[in-house]
């Protein structure tokens, strides 16, 4: 899958898995992501990387298992 604006991914913040959106895809392979924790105000992270893997990583982002 292509990551590009507007795109639905799991982020991962701590022990904490948040929903987040892709705001921008910068040119050199992060992105930037509004990040929604449950319970809490969403927040900005400028420069995100996906997680090598299938597994979370901290302060890393993969895209949402299908189900």
């Not at 292509?2 to 959106?21: E, F, P, T, W, Y």
């Not at 319970?39 to 299908?66: H, I, K, Y």
């Amino acid at each position: 899958m292509a990551h590009s604006i507007g795109r639905a991914v799991h982020n991962q913040h701590g022990i904490l898995v948040c929903a987040a959106d892709i705001t921008v895809v910068n040119s050199y392979g992060s992105v930037a992501l509004l990040v929604k924790p449950p319970n809490a105000l969403p927040f900005p992270v400028s420069m995100a990387r996906q997680a090598a893997t299938e597994a979370p990583m901290d302060g890393c982002w993969n895209w949402m298992p299908r189900v």
